[in-house]
């Protein structure tokens, strides 16, 4: 299958800041080397849905001192039935190769957006061209690129309604953003530790596969609360969304998940 995103990411595309792509892209170099971990995303599969969520915070290191923001998307809507989540700590290229794909790339293709598993082969093909344009090249942002973390994890259900997790990353990988469907019906990364802990705790009581929408918001919100007590890379500023078999997908206010965080 040939994908219109085979070419390297020349096109006009405007920024937030008004600035041509490229222009951006080589200016984030230096940025981007500074910028530490993502703190953490996490993705739960229940019996009537997947919820996908992530703190806000971003960590960077200038000059000795660390520095954060609480306003960085991690959890995005690449169909309105399918979501995605953004990791690793080379944010400003990963965010682009996003946003391309979804707003450029995606709606020249025929492909059923609905499908998990399409998608996944479609959005492992558009990155895998993308790393070998680069990797070609002799420049300062391919030694970023290849050095730095950039993952990513769909979630979704296929056409036979099956809710599946599915990693693209570049570490450890011989050949880099092959889809990986997650044998577990859920994922953590970043400051995950915490989460691996109360996720152990809590399959004692209820396995994350056997648990309902409503029970998984609370767990997800629990999780990343417990986890801004003791690390200071995880922010309270949280974004979630609910993934449903053959509905949209659902955004989670804000309101909602103070409430979320009251109950827990």
């Known amino acids: ?43 739960l599969s229940g019996i009537d849905g997947i919820v996908v969520a992530s703190d806000r915070r971003e960590m960077v290191q200038a000059g000795g001192i660390d520095y954060h923001r609480d306003n960085v998307q991690k959890v995005y809507e690449l169909t309105k039935n399918t979501g995605i989540m953004s990791i690793g700590n080379f944010v400003g290229f990963a965010n682009w190769l996003l946003y391309y794909f979804i707003h450029k790339l995606l709606p020249k293709l025929k492909i059923n957006g609905g499908d998990v598993s399409e998608l996944s082969k479609a959005f492992s093909q558009f990155l895998k061209s993308q790393y070998q344009i680069y990797s070609e090249g002799v420049n300062s942002n391919w030694l970023v690129l290849s050095e730095n973390l950039i993952e990513f994890v769909m979630a979704g259900y296929t056409k036979e309604g099956n809710g599946q997790l599915i990693r693209f990353t570049n570490a450890g990988r011989r050949v880099p953003f092959t889809p990986e469907l997650l044998d577990e019906p859920y994922y953590f990364t970043g400051k995950n530790e915490t989460a691996y802990y109360l996720m152990l705790k809590q399959r004692q009581e209820q396995p994350i596969e056997a648990m309902n929408i409503n029970q998984l918001k609370r767990f997800a919100v629990y999780v990343i609360t417990e986890t801004s007590r003791v690390d200071d890379q995880v922010s309270l500023s949280i974004d979630m969304m609910v993934i449903r078999n053959g509905k949209e997908i659902e955004y989670i206010n804000q309101e909602e998940i103070r409430q979320l965080t009251n109950e827990g």
């Open 1 to 43: 299958m040939h994908l219109v995103g085979d070419e390297p990411l020349e096109e006009d595309i405007e920024d937030n800041y008004g600035s041509k792509y490229l222009q951006w892209y080589d200016s984030i170099t230096e940025y981007y080397r500074r910028t530490r971990e993502m703190s953490l995303v996490l993705g």
